[in-house]
């Protein structure tokens, strides 16, 4: 499109139709490459905590990026734009490689910015949220469509780990909130709560059993019917329900 104002401008005007043609061609792909390039923006800002190793990840997505476009582009299109300058699909990938460069380059840092603006509003809501909740506060603070509320502590059945995120299980369903793991286990009542494994916390009074399963790890299973996994690591922070029951004492004879 741009090109066909420049070509007006310069006076040799293109052919409206051709050139509209060429350019929903085009952003056709971009409909295409759009939601993997969002689920790539999402891993990467979950997964990867370190700011320079995010750079270093958008730095490599950019040319993959710009190859699929030319690369689908010419998988497609071929057919309609094939002439004796582009009489194979490598000869389009590579003329289209060059000439789509810079919009191609665009449109991928729009669509991740955009992206990494939508994941971290939410952040900074709850943080804010968090800073304005009282200093005794006995819950967490959630962000569920839209909205921001309060989970209390005893609502909580355990927390998972998810990258930078926690998943909080609550009643049957699932929360993912922008705290790790170990900060969330920092604010927690220790004598509520246990660390049992690097990706899992849980509230004490949730186990119904732990089953040992040798090598200091065990199976830990709540009222709620979930199955989790105990580390020898942690073992210590469920040792007054590993202890065993002292025995009733005998009657004196």
Do not use: C
Request: no cysteine; charged share 20%.
């Amino acid at each position: 499109m741009q090109g066909y104002f420049v070509a007006t401008y310069r006076g040799v005007p293109q052919e409206w139709w051709p050139t509209f043609g060429y350019t929903a061609a085009i952003y056709s792909i971009w409909a295409i490459l759009s939601w993997p390039i969002i689920g790539a923006v999402i891993a990467i800002e979950r997964r990867i905590r370190s700011g320079w190793r995010r750079v270093a990840a958008y730095i490599l997505l950019w040319p993959v990026v710009v190859s699929a476009h030319v690369l689908l582009f010419a998988i497609i299109y071929w057919p309609f734009y094939r002439s004796e300058n582009v009489a194979t699909r490598w000869d389009m990938t590579s003329i289209m490689f060059v000439r789509n460069l810079d919009t191609n380059s665009l449109f991928y840092l729009a669509v991740a910015a955009l992206t990494i603006a939508w994941i971290r509003w939410p952040r900074r809501q709850t943080k804010r949220a968090e800073v304005m909740r009282p200093a005794d506060d006995d819950a967490v603070i959630v962000r569920s469509r839209g909205t921001i509320h309060r989970l209390p502590f005893d609502m909580i059945d355990w927390i998972g780990a998810a990258g930078d995120y926690a998943e909080i299980h609550s009643a049957g369903r699932t929360h993912l909130i922008e705290q790790s793991l170990t900060a969330l286990a920092q604010r927690l009542p220790a004598e509520d709560f246990a660390r049992i494994h690097r990706g899992a916390l849980i509230r004490i009074d949730r186990v119904r059993e732990i089953e040992p399963i040798g090598r200091g790890d065990a199976h830990v299973r709540l009222i709620g019917g979930q199955e989790l996994r105990l580390s020898r690591r942690y073992r210590t922070n469920l040792a007054a329900l590993l202890a065993p029951s002292p025995r009733p004492a005998e009657p004196a004879p």
